[in-house]
């Protein structure tokens, strides 16, 4: 892993196959802020994934779009510091978004 291989990662996000690439058939995968954890189901981590490739502003699910700020790390471990962008979302994280507005992050992976 290399500050090049999280961009690649990150950038992954709008395209749920691709972002699976990334992951193997029987990995584990905790999400702590939104207490999702995913144990050898790498089907349930793409239904997971897939509101970050959305692309219709219409719908609720907001436009997502992410940049790795840091990488700290080496071939065998990492922790990427990333700046998370949402667009046209009802709401983020289960908190009402009535107005829409943008909406911006800072979060961190590790690997």
């Known amino acids: 892993m290399n500050l090049e291989w999280a961009k ?8 749920v196959e691709a972002a699976m690439e990334f992951y193997a058939e029987d990995c584990d995968f905790r ?3 939104l207490e999702h954890f995913f144990h050898n189901d790498k089907p349930g981590l793409a239904r997971a994934f897939a509101p970050f490739a959305n692309a219709d502003p219409d719908n609720g ?3 997502h779009s992410f940049e790795v700020l840091e990488f ?3 071939e065998r471990s990492a922790v990427v510091l990333f700046s998370w962008t949402a667009q046209h979302c009802d709401s983020f994280f289960g908190l009402p978004n009535p107005d829409r507005r943008e909406l911006r992050t800072v979060g961190m992976s590790y690997h």
């Open 8 to 15: 690649r990662w990150i950038g992954s996000f709008g395209n």
């Open 72 to 74: 700290r790390g080496d």
């Open 31 to 33: 999400d702590f802020p």
């Open 61 to 63: 699910q907001g436009i």
